[in-house]
């Protein structure tokens, strides 16, 4: 076989090996990585710091409430307890009282904001909860999955190089040489058969003598455009 079909066959290996390098990397950021798992624990973790917020919110004021109790209570004993036998003092308490007890309400409308928030949150958690367990357990058994999938992968890539090596074996080095030049440099084609008379990579018409000399099977020709190998059509 010519060294233009045995590069060529060098590429088409090199293409194998490009898929499965593609392939794995692939695989590889799935097993690291759940952008949807990540997304939904921030929701979980965010909630839940929520829920301190307020559940400390509702000591702060419900120890609001108590203190305001505090004070009610011996306002309200002295109030109704007939100890108190001046008007004008019994007006004074009255009016304290009052304004302890609309403090209280205050405290207390406070509280049942909070409450109905700490409720609300509480269903949020819940249910970020089962989302974020659901999407653990789906996780984990995808990954076994995928680690089979990738450990498949790898042992065929090493098969494909093995090939790759003994592809190599057959190419003499100047040849080998200026395909791995010409690879990177032309978008991994560096070899290109002629089709109806032209590249096939970059469709110019080829002279002639240059489609003879491919003949020649140890014959490395260059298209005199492209520059990229060329192999009888």
């Not at 108590?66 to 108190?84: C, F, H, Q, T």
């Amino acid at each position: 076989m010519s060294q233009s079909f045995e590069l060529l066959t060098l590429q088409e290996i090199d293409n194998e090996v490009a898929a499965l390098n593609a392939a794995i990397e692939s695989l590889e950021g799935r097993l690291t990585g759940n952008t949807v798992l990540a997304d939904a624990r921030r929701e979980l973790q965010y909630v839940e710091e929520e829920l301190r917020k307020r559940r400390s919110r509702q000591r702060r004021v419900e120890a609001d409430i108590d203190e305001v109790n505090a004070k009610i209570a011996p306002d309200e004993k002295r109030l109704y307890d007939g100890s108190i036998t001046s008007p004008k003092e019994l007006e004074s308490l009255q009016k304290e009282l009052e304004f302890h007890v609309g403090v209280r309400n205050g405290h207390e409308d406070r509280l049942l904001k909070i409450l109905s928030e700490i409720e609300e949150l509480s269903s949020r958690r819940k249910a970020a909860q089962q989302r974020v367990d659901d999407l653990e357990s789906e996780w984990e058994s995808s990954q076994v999955a995928l680690r089979g999938d990738l450990r498949q992968l790898e042992e065929n890539r090493t098969g494909v190089l093995r090939r790759r090596d003994e592809q190599k074996g057959r190419v003499t080095p100047r040849p080998l040489g200026l395909y791995e030049d010409l690879r990177p440099r032309k978008g991994g084609v560096a070899v290109s058969p002629i089709r109806a008379g032209a590249c096939s990579s970059c469709r110019v018409a080829l002279p002639g003598a240059v489609r003879s000399r491919t003949l020649d099977k140890d014959a490395v020709v260059q298209c005199p455009n492209c520059e990229r190998i060329l192999t009888p059509g």
